[in-house]
């Protein structure tokens, strides 16, 4: 019997599908995707990755991170939001990373905005996990079907609304969706896939910012 979305590996462990069997796909999945993130430059690299990822596949933003990681000074916002006409040209002509003026532009202003963010609420991280849904809010069974049908929901629609409110920009709902699962403040990793209970675990033993 087969389970919609999940796929048993050549080592009998069973998987969200989406990583294709691809060796690097499948260790995003297994070591990185879910699992909380409470680390400000990590969570500010991801919404940001996200947001070059609108319109991609993001195997192909996976693939470039590390360039991406070097263009935007380890995605440190308190250097990205010095970066000035001279960076924006150096990123537009860099091969390794997407090329796109509006993504280069939106990076470096939500820099800026993220300083500000960490000046209201201490850090990125208190601010984000503040929208962490409650149980009322998930669905009641994590399965293929249901996040094939929710590519956002009503609190990544919230987030978004108050994140574009204070001037950050290349975050819709689904960008924001995406985000808050791979950082952890959901977990939806499919019921039978072997990460699911291991990041219930993670979560459960979480200290919230």
């Known amino acids: 019997m087969t389970t919609a979305g999940i796929i048993i590996g050549e080592d009998g462990k069973a998987r969200c599908a989406w990583h294709g069997s691809q060796e690097d796909y499948q260790r995003y999945h297994d070591r990185e995707w879910g699992r909380p993130v409470t680390n ?5 690299e991801k919404i ?3 947001g070059f990822q609108s319109g991609l596949s993001w195997i192909t933003i996976l693939r470039k991170r590390e360039n991406f990681r070097a263009a935007f000074a380890g995605f440190d916002f308190e250097k990205v939001a010095k970066f000035d006409d001279g960076d924006v040209d150096r990123c537009l002509a860099d091969p390794g990373i997407v090329r796109h003026r509006g993504k280069i532009v939106s ?3 939500n820099a800026r905005r993220a300083i500000e963010l960490k000046a209201e609420f201490g ?11 409650g149980a009322a809010d998930r669905p009641a069974a994590v399965d293929h079907p249901t ?3 929710n590519p956002t929901t009503a609190t990544s ?16 709902p689904t960008t924001v969706y995406a985000f808050m699962q791979a950082m952890g403040m959901v977990n939806d990793h499919l019921e039978g896939c072997y ?4 990041i219930e675990a993670m979560r459960l033993d979480l200290v919230r910012p």
């Open 107 to 109: 990076t470096i202003n």
């Open 123 to 133: 850090s990125l991280a208190r601010y984000f996990w503040s929208f962490e849904p």
């Open 157 to 172: 629609t919230r987030l978004s609304k108050d994140l574009k409110k204070r001037g950050w920009t290349f975050v819709g």
């Open 48 to 50: 940001c990755l996200e």
């Open 147 to 149: 996040l094939v049908a």
């Open 40 to 44: 400000d430059i990590r969570l500010f």
């Open 195 to 198: 990460c699911r209970p291991e």
